[in-house]
T-cell receptor, first 111, second 112 residues
């Protein structure tokens, strides 16, 4: 079956602009995660959605970061007023049990 | 706090050599343990997992055993191939949100 998909695969933006990153999880997976992979910090947890429960936002690095999940499926990660330190690969994962399956990621470059 | 420590790379081996990548963790409770692999230019793929003490995860010739007494989950393969060249990440999940906590990754290069 189809895996986790993310779009765009690459995004180049200017400092101060807003960006939206999209994730389509595996159908039927109730849990959805966002992570960030950067050279300096490795892989970091950002946010977690489970069904209709309130999301766990404990990993978001600042209030410029937000995410939503519509209809328990597609999720969008929004970064407002991007900064150069936001440059990273943003990974989405979905899960139905304790095993998470990752998408290919979105490489974000902030100039 | 909770963390994962894995062997720093890079690791360079010849084809058919034996591979060990050490991984230890610090966590409360009974986490599930994972190895993920990232091939060049690709996303993270689950390689293997173990969910309780003494479980052995295995896949594609790789193995790792969940050792609670030493809080370790070392990755081994008896004979590596060039196609195993990748970055390997050790991780655990636990807590109410099951988020993954990753090690820093180990770059493996296998030469023919």
């Amino acid at each position: 079956g189809a895996g986790v998909s993310q779009s765009p695969s690459n995004k180049v933006t200017e400092k101060g602009k807003d960006v939206e990153l999209r994730c389509d999880p595996i159908s039927g997976h109730t849990a959805l995660y966002w992570y960030r992979q950067s050279l300096g910090q490795g892989l970091e947890f950002l946010i977690y959605f489970q069904g209709n429960s309130a999301p766990d936002k404990s990993g978001l690095p600042s209030d410029r970061f937000s995410a939503e999940r519509t209809g328990g499926s597609v999720s969008t990660l929004t970064i407002q007023r991007t900064q150069q330190e936001d440059s990273a690969v943003y990974l989405c994962a979905s899960a139905s049990t304790d095993t998470q399956y990752f998408g290919p990621g979105t490489r974000l470059t902030v100039l | 706090g909770n963390s994962v420590t894995q062997m720093e790379g890079p690791v360079t081996l010849s084809e058919e050599a034996f591979l060990t990548i050490n991984c230890t963790y610090t966590a409360t409770g009974y986490p599930s343990l994972f190895w993920y692999v990232q091939y060049p230019g690709e996303g993270l793929q689950l390689l293997l997992k173990a969910t309780k003490a003494d479980d052995k995860g295995s896949n594609k010739g790789f193995e790792a055993t969940y050792r609670k007494e030493t809080t370790s989950f070392h990755l081994e393969k008896g004979s590596v191939q060039v196609s195993d060249s990748a970055v390997y990440f050790c991780a655990y999940s636990g807590g109410s949100n099951y988020k993954l906590t990753f090690g820093k990754g180990t770059l493996l290069t296998v030469n023919p």
